[in-house]
């Protein structure tokens, strides 16, 4: 698997969705996230027993779907406010019916 390069984003044209709080809070769970990954690493040099390994798998999948789920809500909340018609209601239903057709395609 090679490196994925990520396009610039002018920081100054983009509207940040996230604040300085939340932003931080983020990178802190990747920070958190990076370092369970290495400990797996680890275990595997160290010939740990697989379902050992696999449970700390598990556990990071869970993390990176936490942190998939709060980017979204962030971006979400910010797309509804700004990017959309109609009022609260009309906005969550329309996001809602999109990833629930999203979510049963995947």
């Given at each position: 698997?090679?490196?994925?390069?990520v396009?610039?984003?002018d920081s100054e044209?983009?509207?940040p969705y996230?604040d300085?709080a939340?932003q931080?809070a983020?990178?802190?769970?990747l920070?958190?996230l990076?370092?369970h990954?290495r400990?797996?690493?680890?275990?595997?040099?160290?010939?740990?027993?697989?379902?050992?390994i696999l449970?700390?798998?598990?556990?990071?999948k869970?993390?990176?779907n936490?942190f998939?789920?709060s980017?979204?809500?962030?971006?979400?909340?910010?797309c509804?406010?700004?990017?959309m018609?109609?009022?609260a209601?009309e906005?969550?239903n329309k996001?809602?019916?999109?990833?629930?057709?999203?979510?049963k395609?995947?």
């Amino acid at each position: 698997m090679g490196i994925v390069t990520v396009p610039q984003i002018d920081s100054e044209a983009a509207k940040p969705y996230l604040d300085d709080a939340s932003q931080k809070a983020l990178a802190d769970r990747l920070a958190r996230l990076e370092g369970h990954v290495r400990a797996i690493r680890r275990m595997l040099l160290e010939r740990r027993c697989a379902d050992e390994i696999l449970l700390q798998v598990a556990a990071v999948k869970a993390a990176l779907n936490k942190f998939s789920s709060s980017l979204l809500e962030h971006e979400l909340k910010a797309c509804m406010a700004s990017c959309m018609d109609g009022d609260a209601e009309e906005r969550l239903n329309k996001v809602t019916k999109v990833l629930s057709t999203l979510l049963k395609q995947s």
